[in-house]
């Protein structure tokens, strides 16, 4: 078997079938998978990963996905939003330990007074880390007006999860409604890199209802729409949304993992040059979670550098590791995961995805 598995890692194209299969594989011959990808992976891409400080800025949120701890119908959450001194503080503290880039994240909102903010919030930034500190936003759907402002205003990569790419799938775990409509999403992502983002998408994996065939559809539908970054983990329940009356009918949290890490390796092998994050949700289950997912296929991990006070309340899931952590604590604890998955730390760098620059010359 392990020779049909070293055939597909070979083959120019992976069809739907291939990919099912590698993302359906256990024991034995999924270690011998991950193992010969990530070699394979190593040798081709070299073993530099990038950091992005992550701050969670804002868990004030429009949307009311099914699956997730901030939605705006969740009562129990505790509602935050950070500051602009804090928030330029904390992009100062990614600059001053040559993180290299940053993101920011909140919950979605499009009225003017926060997309305005946004914008002079990104203007500041640029200006407080000399223009050197990469940005890469991830702040929902918007409009191409807003897209293209927050563009010139200093912001070059964008992540915008599809969540899944089954549009069934999609309305068991959003309402079915023009605020949470699959196409517009898709729409986005087409608007952002129109705009001229790197742009990255993603999907949860072991969802209610979900199967090995959407998530191989997923993949494909990553490479069709021949995005530059992925970050994608496994699906945690949270006990104050609507899909936690499911929690039964899932997977087990540790297929779950496995079915993610083996989500990755695959990906790597479909787009060998983009950006593929190490997702938080990974360290929920595994504490080593993101080490295996550096090993596998991830080249994008990021640190959670939002002030401490209000960590614990972005629960978009429960368990969520490094609440009560201090940022400092933070960059030191992943710098010895990183070496500890083989892997160095590309200091200082933006680690833009090399699929957006190939992707150019394509075009010419
Ligand atoms: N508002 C932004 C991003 C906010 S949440 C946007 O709309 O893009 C970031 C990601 O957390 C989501 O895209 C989703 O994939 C993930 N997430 C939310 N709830 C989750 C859960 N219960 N388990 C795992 N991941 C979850």
């Given at each position: 078997m392990s020779n049909s598995i070293s055939e597909i890692i070979k083959k120019e194209k992976l069809n739907k079938a291939d990919l099912s299969y590698l993302l359906s594989l256990e024991g034995k011959e999924r270690d011998d998978f991950l193992k010969q990808t990530g070699n394979h992976y190593i040798n081709s891409l070299g073993k530099k990963v990038y950091f992005r400080g992550l701050v969670e800025f804002s868990n004030y949120c429009t949307k009311d996905c099914y699956y997730c701890g901030i939605r705006k119908g969740n009562s129990s959450s505790e509602r935050y939003d950070i500051d602009d001194e804090a928030i330029i503080d904390a992009a100062k503290f990614a600059h001053e330990n040559r993180y290299g880039s940053l993101v920011l994240q909140a919950g979605e909102r499009s009225d003017k007074i926060f997309t305005d903010r946004v914008t002079a919030l990104l203007k500041e930034i640029k200006k407080a880390t000399n223009g050197e500190l990469g940005i890469t936003i991830s702040l929902g759907e918007q409009t191409e007006e807003v897209y293209q402002e927050w563009f010139n205003a200093g912001a070059h990569r964008y992540l915008l999860r599809i969540e899944t790419s089954n549009k069934e799938l999609y309305y068991k775990i959003h309402p079915k409604d023009e605020q949470h409509n699959f196409e517009k999403r898709i729409e986005c992502l087409r608007t952002l890199q129109k705009v001229g983002f790197q742009t990255g998408t993603g999907v949860m994996i072991?969802?209610?209802?979900?199967t090995y065939d959407q998530l191989a559809d997923d993949l494909l539908f990553f490479k069709a729409m021949n995005v530059d970054m992925v970050g994608m983990g496994p699906f945690i329940e949270h006990t104050e949304t609507p899909l936690y009356k499911y929690k039964d009918d899932l997977w087990p949290l540790q297929r779950r993992f496995e079915v993610a890490l083996n989500m990755i390796a695959s990906l790597r092998l479909l787009m060998p040059d983009i950006n593929i994050a190490a997702a938080t949700a990974l360290q929920a289950i595994d504490p080593m979670g993101r080490e295996k997912a550096l090993r596998y296929g991830a080249n994008v991990i990021m640190p959670n550098i939002t002030p401490t006070t209000h960590r614990k309340d972005y629960t978009l899931y429960e368990n969520k590791p490094c609440t009560d952590e201090g940022a400092e604590d933070c960059s030191n604890c992943l710098s010895i995961r990183v070496e500890m998955a083989g892997r160095e730390i590309g200091y200082n760098q933006w680690g833009d995805s090399k699929h957006f620059f190939n992707r150019q010359i394509d075009k010419q």
């Open positions: 072991g969802l209610p209802f979900q």
